[in-house]
């Protein structure tokens, strides 16, 4: 054979060895490091939210992006073609597959009979609603007094926005606690805030109606609407839940629940006696519960001595024990910690509050009661400003130090 015949033999052969590799490699092509802009299919409409995507160490770090908030989803997987992300505590996930720099798939939550959204994602977009703009908008920026329209008119919620030109974010205070970060834009008389956390799926409209005054809509996830109006008030405030849950304050906080070995734990329990208790009523698919179960964790692990106990106390959105306990376990797994950990069924406020004789009434997922070292309450907090709410988070952080520190001093 000649020379020239084996080179060209040679170059046709590597030829289609180059092609074939390039083929594998766009087949699995690796997604884009860097902001992406997703969007769920809900209602009619589409909940747009941001993330951004990591290489680490060669492992694919997720962050969802909400206002302030950067939140890590831990075991997020990039397999080939397709990505999974697991959301953290909550029991659901994002499947999706990549076509170069998109993604499609959907968000799952496991808990909800066929609750089943489509997700879409773009990469290298970082806006929410709408791009930036420098067009003249609506000032929505300050503190509003909100109603929605299945509450009591005497219950006002409070919005809490900040606004840079048609950019906006803050948060939403009820009587039961926050709706964590919102973000979104502003177009001319019209407001929209959306947030995506694995739990929440929320989206906020509104149209200025005349000076100070707001029309809008909430929807939430798959199935839930609710209108909502607004009034701006620099004034208006929320009601103080702090200690009003309690119609037996002078007696010990009595309950009674299966903890995760099939042992029951009570207020008895000889592990817990003689020392106080940090004990939180919860449920593991709340993004509030979340944020409290941090800041308990946080302190107590910035106060190794402090002689507290940690009992939660968890209601769940089904109320099979194993269920339950599945939950519970992850919870631990994800939390690090070696809390008290009991499973008392349902997520239903009137038949959790009858389980505890003490209580008159739980008003809130979650509920913190802080417990001296005969099981009295001292305090409880009946809802909890997270993170999210700046001032009022800030406030209950001193309130907690105070009581924790006069609960130590009288050991």
């Known amino acids: 054979m000649s020379r020239n015949k084996t080179m060209a033999k040679i170059g046709r052969f590597l030829s289609i060895l180059m092609v074939t590799l390039f083929s594998c490699l ?38 969802l992006l909400n206002a302030e908030e ?13 990505i999974y992300l697991p959301m953290n505590l909550f029991d659901s996930y994002i499947v999706a597959a990549f076509q170069g720099d998109h993604l499609e798939g959907v968000f799952v939550k496991n808990y909800s009979e066929d609750y089943k959204e489509t997700f879409k994602a773009d990469y290298g977009l970082e806006y929410r609603f709408f791009p930036d703009s420098d067009e003249p908008v609506t000032d929505f920026s300050g503190r509003w007094a909100i109603n929605f329209t299945s509450e009591d008119d005497s219950i006002t919620s409070i919005g809490l926005f900040k606004q840079e030109a048609n950019r906006i974010w803050g948060t939403i205070l009820t009587a039961t606690g926050d709706f964590r970060y919102l973000q979104g834009n502003v177009k001319g008389k019209n407001l929209y805030l959306s ?18 005054k707001l029309v809008g809509l909430w929807l939430y996830g798959k199935n839930y609407k609710e209108g909502w109006s607004a009034t701006k008030d620099p004034s208006a405030e929320i009601p103080d839940f702090t200690n009003v849950a309690y119609s ?24 817990l006696k003689g020392k106080p208790v940090l004990l939180q009523i919860f449920g593991t698919w709340c993004s509030n519960s979340m944020d409290l179960s941090n800041f308990i964790d946080d302190w107590l692990q910035a106060h190794p001595d402090s002689g507290f106990e940690w009992v939660g106390l968890s209601f769940e959105t089904n109320e099979d024990l194993a269920y339950g306990r599945q939950r519970l376990e992850n919870w631990r797994t994800f939390m690090d910690t070696d809390a008290k950990l009991a499973f008392g069924g349902k997520a239903d406020k009137t038949s959790a509050s009858m389980m505890f004789p003490t ?28 993170p999210a709410t700046g001032e009022y988070y800030e406030v209950f952080k001193e309130d907690f130090e105070a009581v924790v520190q006069s609960v130590q001093g009288n050991r």
């Open 70 to 82: 950067r939140l890590l989803i831990r075991d997020s997987k990039v397999k080939e073609d397709s």
């Open 26 to 63: 766009a087949a699995y092509a690796q997604p884009q490091e860097g902001i992406w802009r997703g969007t769920l299919d809900m209602q009619g409409m589409q909940l747009p939210f941001n993330f951004e995507m990591k290489l680490e160490n060669n492992i694919w770090r997720v962050y």
């Open 195 to 212: 947030t995506f956390d694995g739990a929440h799926d929320f989206i906020f409209q509104a149209s200025l109606l005349g000076p100070g």
């Open 248 to 271: 037996k304050k002078d007696q010990p906080f009595e309950f009674s629940l299966k903890g995760l070995d099939g042992r029951t734990i009570t207020h008895n329990d000889p592990a």
């Open 359 to 386: 209580l008159s009434r739980v008003n809130a997922y979650p509920t913190l009661i802080i417990l001296d070292k005969d099981h009295k309450p001292v305090r409880t907090y009946g809802f909890f400003n997270g």
